[in-house]
Nanobody
């Protein structure tokens, strides 16, 4: 019963910034762990960042120090703030959610952990 809608993607020059939003439906958002994944043409979907129920955060090495994941439970929204963007960050970015009960700390970077997915938003970084 969870629906996710991403927004905030667009075209930006290398070194620029974007803030992605993921709005979730439902009444149990605060109990869900949330993740961001991305997929470039011809490549597999890869983990970007995740945030747990308790706001513990996780990042892929490729974005650590540049991207920040956060959540506003009152707004049922998770954010991905992206700074110092590089051309290799170009991809469709997907928001995902997993309900309570999963072994999250050791599996947050796998797509199979997430039960709900948004449709994605395109991020294009020009050189």
């Amino acid at each position: 019963q969870v629906q996710l809608v991403e927004s905030g993607g667009g075209l930006v020059q290398a070194g620029g910034s974007l803030r992605l939003s993921c709005a979730a439906s439902g009444r149990s958002f605060s109990s869900y762990a949330m993740g961001w994944f991305r997929q470039a043409p011809g490549k597999e979907r890869e983990f970007v960042a995740a945030i747990s129920w308790s706001r513990t955060t996780y990042y892929a090495d490729s974005v650590k120090g540049r991207f920040t994941i956060s959540r506003d439970n009152a707004k049922n929204t998770v954010y991905l703030t992206m700074n110092s963007l590089k051309p290799e960050d170009t991809a469709v970015y997907y928001c995902a959610a997993t309900p309570p009960g999963s072994d999250y700390s050791g599996t947050y970077y796998y797509t199979y952990v997430y039960q709900y997915w948004g449709q994605g938003t395109q991020v294009t970084v020009s050189s």
